[in-house]
């Protein structure tokens, strides 16, 4: 179904014709891995030299611990005033590898209400981020939500993270998909002959939105989380950082494709 344009969309001037891409990755429902999708394919893009920024904004708060942020670090977007401080909030992995923390710590700190920011922060903050950045990933809040309706309709590609369930199945059929929109299965188990007939299904319905690149279900991503770094880095050989590794070449075909 066409979405009508939304206000934000027509506020905020395009970034059509810049090389940035701005992806934003989306649990069709919560605990589908989206945050391990983001911490896995911003270190893939990363090994392909891309310069990236990892944005998380889940009050959760968990994206950091992928990179082995501790807690006590009270960095953080959320509850910044300006903008154009955004850069103050922002821990440096590694050089063109940067994440912006939410800001856990300090909303507790400080007691000021998480609701206070909402992702136009962030679409103000784009414009100034093309110079520096090729990618920015946006670790978005699972379906429905309320932060990163707006920057959904900004970005230049969607990444829908959905585990092959049959609740997921009744999910799908209730969000709206953009043309930049693609569903990425993740904890896929073959030997699951209803997740394989699901696979089979949403391959069948949702044809070419389905990408290739499935996650399968792996040990060595929680153990990656338990050593604090993406599985790319703890165990790179592992089938997991084989996807992650096709789905950031994937995304470079994609995005030179589109320019
Ligand atoms: N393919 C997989 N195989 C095995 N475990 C996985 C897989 N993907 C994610 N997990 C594990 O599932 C748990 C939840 O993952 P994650 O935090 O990335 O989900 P999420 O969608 O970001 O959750 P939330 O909606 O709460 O933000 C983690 O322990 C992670 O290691
Ligand atoms: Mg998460």
Known sequence: MARRRPWYDIVFSPLQGCAMNVVTLTGL???????????MLGDALHALDQRVLLVDLNASDLLRMHFNIPRSDSRGWVTTLFPAEWRQQACQLDSGLMLVPFGRKAIEDSGISHLLQGDDFWLQVLPDLHRDFDWILFDCPPYPHRLARALRFRSTMELVVVRPDVAAQELLTQIDFEASSYLLINDFDPTRRLEHDI?????????TRVLPQTIYSDESLPEALAGKMPVT???????????????????????????
């Open 29 to 39: 429902r919560g605990g589908a891995g989206t945050t391990t999708v983001v911490g």
């Open 199 to 207: 696979l089979l299904d949403w391959q069948h319905h949702y044809g």
């Open 233 to 259: 880095r703890h165990m790179p050989d592992a089938i997991t950082s084989q996807a992650a590794r096709a789905l950031a070449q994937w995304c470079l075909s994609t995005h030179h494709a589109a320019d």
